[in-house]
């Protein structure tokens, strides 16, 4: 009986179809569609953000860009230019700098928008850097902010690249839709 027992589970064991390596998993991360909705800052402009952050304005000028989902965040500086416009470009292009050791590359993309009279580059810091995204808008006679994208985690570049795309994409439509309101 122990025999046939054994025979029967072997043979109802041995007519499905043959092993095969499950293949490797993906993984699959999805962000909700972005809305965007105008907030206007403290301070003298406005731009579209993401229905799903949340904006922090400051009486000094430094705003926040909030992703609690995503465990990010945009952090804003503005400053007002007055005879010292050199010195705020050259900042805006030695902070990413500071990222360059843990940096791969630190690609650069300019960005001019005639029509809102907004100029500037947004930088993005490949490899494990404490911030990924840095940029900076100016109208380079009044007015100039700073951005940068920070993560509540010790950076690994692999495992946060699609946040960083996700964001990467508000960042730019920050970027598109800024208007200096005075």
Not at 70 to 90: C, H, Q
Request: hydrophobic share 35%; with cysteine.
């Amino acid at each position: 009986m122990k025999n046939f027992l054994i025979l029967f589970i072997l043979i109802i064991s041995c007519t499905g179809e043959p092993m095969r390596p499950k293949p490797k998993s993906m993984l699959n991360l999805k962000y909700p569609n972005p809305s965007y909705i105008i907030k206007k800052s403290r301070c003298p402009f406005s731009f579209q953000i993401n229905r799903y952050s949340s904006f922090v304005s400051s009486d000094k000028c430094n705003d926040q860009i909030i992703y609690p989902n995503l465990k990010g965040t945009i952090y804003l500086t503005y400053r007002k230019v007055n005879n010292n416009f050199d010195s705020l470009l050259s900042d805006a292009y030695s902070i990413p700098l500071k990222h360059a050791r843990k940096a791969f590359r630190i690609p650069e993309k300019a960005y001019i928008n005639n029509i809102n009279k907004t100029y500037g580059s947004i930088f993005q810091i490949v490899g494990n850097a404490a911030s990924q995204l840095q940029f900076f808008l100016t109208d380079s006679l009044n007015h100039f902010i700073f951005g940068s994208l920070y993560f509540y985690k010790k950076p690994n570049y692999d495992s946060i690249m699609p946040a960083i795309n996700y964001i990467g994409e508000d960042i730019s439509k920050l970027m598109e839709s800024l208007k200096w309101t005075d």
